[in-house]
């Protein structure tokens, strides 16, 4: 049976009815149409499907989309205003921190949180904050190079 349930994802509020197993991952891509969340590993284990809940990074794989009623949701598509980039995604662009892009989104989710918390880090806080978010192209060094040019950026 469907159950009725809000949902406020990048400032905008939806009304929807969902079945109550279906995760969150899969109502912003599958029923909302927000596919930069990126829907890999079902288990929380690669942070590719990476938002931000009340500007905390979590798993959205994990999360029931029910669970997430009055919470402000945050997805990637959510970070640029107008045509404006937002900085952590323009060092991302700069830096080269994408090479396939199905971890960008997830990455800068994670890092915005972080920067947001520490706004002067050192590489190795940036490489601990980035810990939960698997990538197979950049050997990791490009992407922690965005994240203090962000960073810096915001100083």
């Known amino acids: 049976m469907k159950q009725d349930i809000t949902l406020k994802v990048n400032g905008i509020e939806y ?11 899969e109502v912003l891509r599958d029923t909302l ?4 969340t990126k829907k890999s590993c079902n288990e929380g284990e690669c942070g590719a499907c990476t938002v931000l809940m009340d500007d905390k990074p979590v798993a959205s794989c994990l999360v029931l989309a029910v669970s997430a009623q009055g919470k402000e949701i945050t997805t990637i598509e959510g970070l640029a205003k107008d045509t ?3 900085p952590v995604q323009e060092a991302f662009v700069k830096k080269t921190a994408i ?3 199905f ?3 997830g990455m800068v989710m994670v890092a915005k949180a972080f920067l947001a918390e520490n706004p002067k880090p050192t590489p190795a806080q940036v490489r601990k904050a980035i810990s939960g978010n698997l990538c197979r192209c950049t050997g990791y060094q490009q992407i922690v190079d965005a994240i203090m040019a962000a960073a810096e950026a915001n100083t």
């Open 15 to 25: 009304h929807l009815s969902i079945e109550p197993q279906r995760t969150l991952v």
């Open 33 to 36: 149409g927000l596919t930069g």
């Open 84 to 86: 404006k980039l937002h």
């Open 99 to 101: 090479q396939c892009g």
């Open 103 to 105: 971890c960008t989104p």
